[in-house]
């Protein structure tokens, strides 16, 4: 076991988004994605590559027999003393072939969170005073919850949080967090209809991905609440983009967004990482035709760089965010 185990150390110490461990031709790879890019890692053989996909799916609880139907899984990996949230999807090709993905989940803890500029933690902080919809966006790992929790933190001493994630993340006593739970058929949905009953003051909701859940989060930011959630966007211009997708109308944004924030982590100079964020205070028709990172991001990415907070390379890398 010792080393399939490795196969994942190795992953997570290269802080992988991914790892996919797929057949081709008479063997199988074991292909990492690290910043959006698809690395090959090594070639083992057939019975490796099954027997790595078997011991993934025992820990993760998967059915180990069963190569060809699609299944989804979950576990969490220690590595030392960092815990990683792992997700898992297999299934098998018309040769009876299986592959497996491994998605991994970083927690950026409050010790290990550091902003680039930290006068832009005061303007976030501004638009909690507000009521509304600020939603997140940004790549796995990018912070995006720890951000959430931080900002919520400063209103649970006065307010009620409630959480609703899948699966949560962190533990925080001060919130009521609920955690999705398919089999039960407690979706997103369902959590969001019975949080409305318990008349939270603030919503914090994982990941808005489907248009039911798009539904409740408005009809919670428009009924009161100060909700705070992520959504699958490139930047903020395209948050929009992605709301339109999940059937809200257009006409809603301007009155219900409160704010858009897109982050990523950035390498420091000498070492360790910062939080970077560009932020969309409120949404306006105008909002609707721009594309791409706002003029204030490439002005903060120029001003860390002339500052030796991170290099030419960081720069350029993070320039489209």
């Not at 912070?143 to 959430?148: I, L």
């Not at 949905?189 to 009953?197: A, D, N, V, Y």
């Not at 248009?211 to 490139?234: D, F, K, W, Y």
């Amino acid at each position: 076991m010792k080393g399939f185990e490795k196969e994942i150390a190795v992953a997570i110490g290269r802080r992988a988004a991914d790892l996919y461990i797929l057949p081709y031709k008479k063997y199988y790879q074991l292909l990492i994605t690290c910043q959006g890019q698809l690395e090959l890692v090594k070639e083992v053989s057939p019975d490796y590559g099954q027997r790595l996909i078997s011991f993934l799916k025992y820990q993760a609880d998967m059915a180990v027999s069963e190569h060809r139907r699609p299944q989804l899984g979950a576990m969490e990996w220690q590595r030392g003393p960092e815990i990683v949230n792992l997700r898992l999807s297999s299934v098998g090709d018309y040769q009876g072939r299986e592959s497996l993905v491994v998605r991994f989940i970083y927690h950026l803890s409050p010790a290990n969170y550091h902003l680039l500029f930290p006068d832009q933690w005061c303007m976030l902080k501004k638009l909690l005073k507000q009521r509304g919809l600020i939603l997140f966006a940004g790549p796995m790992g990018s912070g995006k919850t720890t951000t959430m929790y931080q900002l919520a933190r400063e209103l649970s001493d006065q307010q009620v949080v409630m959480t609703i994630e899948d699966p949560v993340e962190i533990h925080e006593p001060s919130f009521i967090q609920l955690q999705v739970n398919e089999l039960a058929g407690m979706d997103y949905q369902q959590l969001l209809r019975l949080g409305l009953r318990h008349r939270p003051d603030v919503f914090i909701i994982g990941e808005i991905r489907d248009p039911e859940t798009a539904t409740m989060t408005i009809r919670a930011a428009l009924s009161g609440h100060l909700v705070l959630g992520t959504v699958h966007a490139q930047n903020v211009y395209g948050v929009g983009a992605r709301l339109a997708q999940l059937g809200v109308p257009v006409e809603y944004l301007p009155q219900v967004l409160s704010g858009i924030c897109y982050q990523r982590l950035l390498p420091q100079q000498p070492s360790g990482q910062a939080v970077l964020f560009d932020l969309l205070p409120g949404w306006k028709e105008e909002s609707a035709v721009k594309r791409g990172m706002t003029d204030e991001w490439g002005k903060r990415l120029t001003a860390a760089y002339e500052q030796g907070k991170i290099s030419a390379a960081t720069q350029a890398a993070f320039a489209q965010g």
